[in-house]
């Protein structure tokens, strides 16, 4: 069983920035972000695999978005730039214990947090 904690969501002003953080109780092999709005599916916007620091993103956050961590031990990081009023969603950490075929899928991801908000005004 694996408790994941995230934090650091919040208001900005387009083209602002903000960083996410997410806790993990346990080892995991992912740690991904994604993100949701009413009415929609969830989405993936960016993953890590642990081990070797490997990163996916989706395309509409390359460039903009950065997924990092400091070791396999530590909280996993999503620094978010140049925000747009589209990136408004709440954001959901999740884990993945064994391998992921689709790292943005959430198909592969059986722990998640609780979700922290963000809101990109225009």
């Known amino acids: 069983q694996v408790h994941l904690v995230e934090s650091g969501g919040g208001s900005v002003q387009a083209g602002g920035s903000l960083r996410l953080s997410c806790g993990s109780s346990?080892?995991?092999?992912?740690i991904g972000w994604f993100r949701q709005t009413p009415g929609k599916e969830r989405e993936g916007v960016a993953t890590?695999?642990?081990?070797?620091?490997?990163?996916y993103y989706t395309e509409s956050v390359e460039g903009r978005f950065t997924i990092s961590q400091d070791n396999t031990k530590s909280p996993v990081y999503l620094q978010m730039n140049s925000l747009k009023p589209e990136d408004t969603a709440m954001y959901y950490c999740?884990?993945?214990?064994?391998?992921?075929?689709?790292?943005?899928?959430?198909?592969?991801?059986?722990?998640w947090g609780q979700g922290t908000q963000v809101t990109v005004s225009s």
């Open positions: 890590i695999y642990r081990r070797s620091g490997r990163t």
């Open positions: 346990g080892y995991t092999n992912y």
């Open positions: 999740a884990a993945a214990m064994g391998w992921a075929d689709d790292p943005l899928g959430t198909g592969d991801f059986g722990y």
